[in-house]
């Protein structure tokens, strides 16, 4: 499979969709675990593969080191997910998931805070890198 930009938008699209449903179904309030749980069975009932809190792997030197680092989703082996409950997204946020971008060599991400009334304004973020303006468009 060729990984386009248009193939990341679609992507994120059908995401963005999972995630619509989740929230409006379960609104907004509970725990980040919770979101997690509920966008996993989305996920899978939409049937987009994913990989659940996937250990970051970290080479130093040439050495793989253990990893305590864990993307909350990573999709279709191509698009980290990190998914939070939070009264606002903070600069940390974007920097955690732009860590895991770059290590995954991921050319774009998505950041999903639950915790808002309207998810799609304000409870998402796309993030992209330097592999993303390297792609292809179609």
């Known amino acids: 499979m060729r990984i386009t ?4 938008k679609d ?3 059908r995401v963005n969709g999972a995630v619509i449903e989740v929230h409006r179904v379960m609104g907004p309030g509970l725990l980040e675990r919770v979101y997690h749980k509920c966008l996993e069975r989305e996920l899978i009932e939409r049937n987009i593969k994913f990989v659940s809190e996937m250990v970051i792997p970290i080479e130093y030197k040439g050495i793989d080191l253990e990893s305590e680092m864990r993307c909350d ?3 279709e082996n191509v698009l ?4 939070k409950a939070v009264d606002d997204f903070h600069p940390i946020h974007n920097a955690q ?4 971008m770059n290590l995954l060599q991921a050319p774009e991400g998505l950041l999903i805070n639950f915790n ?3 998810i799609f ?3 998402q973020r ?4 330097e592999i993303y303006r390297e792609l292809e468009n179609e």
């Open 121 to 123: 304004k304000e409870g």
């Open 73 to 75: 989703l990573f999709v």
């Open 126 to 129: 796309t993030l992209v890198n």
């Open 97 to 100: 998931l732009l860590t895991y």
């Open 5 to 8: 930009k248009k193939y990341l």
């Open 11 to 13: 992507l994120i699209y």
């Open 80 to 83: 980290p997910v990190e998914i």
């Open 116 to 118: 808002v009334l309207n």
